[in-house]
């Protein structure tokens, strides 16, 4: 697939990149390789292939979730300026 100069520009122009007039013939080149590999991997036969969540079919290791820090709030909460049932106060910023 060929993609003209105005697409470049275009594609520039939403993704806020500047691209110098004299570059406009590499980005098009390499916009337009990308699209030929998208079309040849469209191409693929991936009938009965299962989708899968990772490119490696592995199974993470989980480990148990249990407390392993000490309660420390109050401790933490003593240099704060405003502290009121276990929690920050802090002024309002939007009104």
């Known amino acids: 697939m060929s993609i003209s100069e105005k697409d470049v520009v275009r594609v520039a122009h939403l993704a806020r990149i500047r691209v110098a007039p004299d570059e406009l013939g590499r ?28 490119p490696q079919d592995i199974a993470l290791r989980l480990r148990e979730d249990t407390v ?22 802090v002024p309002r910023v939007i009104e």
């Open 68 to 89: 392993t820090e000490a309660d420390q709030r109050s401790s933490l909460q003593q240099g704060a300026p405003q502290v009121e049932n276990g929690l920050y106060l």
């Open 27 to 54: 980005y098009q080149a390499g916009l337009s390789d990308i699209l030929a590999l998208v079309a040849q991997m469209q191409d693929c036969d991936t009938d009965g292939v299962e989708p899968m969540a990772h």
